[in-house]
């Protein structure tokens, strides 16, 4: 990879970060040791008898050795079940068969192509960043649909395939919290918030869209954050691209039509769903409710739905520009895109192990419990209160995946504490949101940091982990400071954070 010179102290310091992450073993070997890491680590704080109250139950965490006879037996048992059911390892298989045949074809290729034709340049990378924060509502797609279009987008720009990698990556969930649509992450805290709060109040009710005022608002502030981190780190960092050069020869004639019916049955297929999704009696929606959003069938098949949205153009592009003739044609190019995942998954075999070793030991859990306490122990209220609450949800991030999971350890101490401080329950979640989204990115508690290298490694076979961190490393500490500061303003001038949402309890 061929990159300009990196000047200036915060490029030297991005330089060292990747220069030591690169210098990790092989990621497969990296989760292999985090696993004894793991283990090693349950023997001697259950040798120590760590334990910790969980404020959601009232029970009583204790460290769970797993180097002994009984957690040998969990590990072996385990083993197979961990794999097949990590979340997103169907979902990637199954949205590859459709992103694989819509790039095999060269659907994807052509339509690329024809949007940096007729749009203003200016303009696509702002949009990549626009449809990962808003496409944060559909959940775990976007961070594994949207990187790698990103990065084939932006290479036709004449940028480093990277850049569109880590912009839309940061994008869906460094402003994970962010959106001007409501969803289902609305739901999942307030689950959590309610109750807690009914441990002060007993006749609290909160509602979804109670953060609405702050995550919309947020939406388009770290659209501009994040596309100010894009154009003044991110690229002028990884400068050039040394790969197969981007074909700036104008389309053909077959090639733009077969563009045009590929579009015209993207959009028939579109239609098709938007008839069993718009009526109020839909049977996408929930049929309780009504909802789209709040567990409907639309938003449980929301992967499936996309990879058809990805097959279906890519399978009629292929047809009219001839690029699939025989069904052998179409057998070898999703044979070839599914070939590509060979080293996630095995990859994924063992971040399973990794992730499941953790939660079993309950050290995720109580190093998040320890934490809030020393929080807690701080007494300090204000602008102070609101840092240190969105740092330690940012740190806990580092060490728990799930944000409910996180928020049922987090939100019967918080919670409470903060209204008998005067806050509504409704900033107390909002502050939760924020912390729980700006270190995302760079955590590798989430699962897509292994498939998110996957990608990099199909333009650099020599990326690794440390290239990765690095640029993505300008995002989490642009976005901590940046919002952080939009909140500290926010909390300042008094604005309700959404409907029934105020900063400050009602007298």
């Not at 924060?133 to 084939?152: H, S």
């Not at 399978?315 to 080293?343: C, E, N, R």
Request: include cysteine; aromatic fraction near 12%; charged fraction near 10%.
């Amino acid at each position: 990879m061929e990159t300009k010179e990196r000047k200036g102290l915060f490029n030297r310091f991005l330089n060292v970060v990747e220069a030591l992450g690169n210098k990790l073993p092989d990621p497969i070997v990296l989760f292999i040791i985090l696993m004894f890491t793991i283990l090693l680590g349950s023997l001697i704080a259950s040798l120590f008898h760590l334990e910790a109250e969980n404020p959601a139950t009232g029970e009583t965490i204790e460290a769970v050795n797993l180097l002994n006879g009984e957690g040998l037996v969990q590990m072996l048992t385990g083993a197979i079940t961990n794999f097949s059911e990590f979340p997103p390892l169907g979902m990637v298989l199954v949205v590859m068969i459709g992103i694989g045949l819509a790039e095999k074809s060269g659907y994807f290729e052509v339509a690329m192509r024809r949007v940096i034709e007729i749009s203003p340049a200016r303009l696509i990378i702002p949009a990549i960043i626009l449809i990962g924060i808003i496409g944060n509502v559909a959940g775990d797609a976007g961070p594994v649909v949207l990187p790698p279009l990103a990065a084939m987008v932006v290479m036709r720009l004449g940028h480093h395939p990277f850049v569109g990698l880590v912009a839309a990556y940061a994008a869906c969930l460094g402003a994970f919290s962010a959106n001007i649509l409501p969803g289902m992450a609305d739901a999942l805290a307030l689950g959590f918030t309610e109750p807690a709060a009914q441990l002060i109040n007993p006749d609290y009710s909160g509602n979804i869209l109670m953060n609405y005022y702050f995550i919309a608002a947020s939406t388009f502030f770290l659209l501009i954050v994040v596309y100010f981190v894009t154009t003044r780190i991110t690229i002028p960092r990884l400068g050039t691209y040394d790969g197969p050069e981007a074909n700036h020869e104008p389309l053909e004639r077959k090639q733009i039509v077969a563009l045009r019916w590929a579009n015209i049955a993207a959009l028939l297929t579109a239609v098709f769903f938007l008839v069993f999704l718009i009526p109020e009696n839909g049977i996408l929606r929930n049929q309780e409710t009504g909802s789209i959003i709040q567990e409907s069938p639309f938003m449980d098949s929301i992967v499936f739905i996309i990879t058809i949205l990805f097959f279906v153009p890519g399978l009629v592009y292929g047809l009219v520009s001839k690029t699939i003739t025989s069904s052998q044609d179409f057998g070898k190019m999703l044979g070839d895109s599914m070939a590509t995942m060979g080293s996630y998954i095995v990859l994924v075999f063992f971040a399973a192990q990794m992730l499941a070793f953790f939660n079993w030991s309950n050290l995720g859990p109580l190093i998040a419990i320890k934490g809030a306490d020393l929080l807690q122990a701080l007494n300090i209220s204000g602008i102070p209160l609101v840092i240190g609450f969105i740092l330690l949800a940012g740190l806990v991030n580092m060490l728990i995946g799930s944000a409910s999971a996180k928020w049922a350890i987090l939100a019967p101490v918080f919670v409470p504490m903060f209204m008998l401080l005067g806050y509504d329950p409704a900033f107390t979640q909002m502050l939760y949101r924020v912390g729980d989204s700006f270190s995302n990115p760079i955590t590798p508690m989430l699962p897509y940091l292994p498939l998110l290298l996957a990608f990099a490694q199909r333009f650099d076979k020599n990326a690794g982990l440390g290239t990765l961190i690095s640029a993505l490393l300008p995002y989490t500490i642009i976005l901590f400071f940046t919002w952080t500061v939009f909140t500290i303003i926010w909390f300042l001038l008094g604005f309700p954070v959404g409907p029934g949402g105020p900063i400050q309890l009602p007298e």
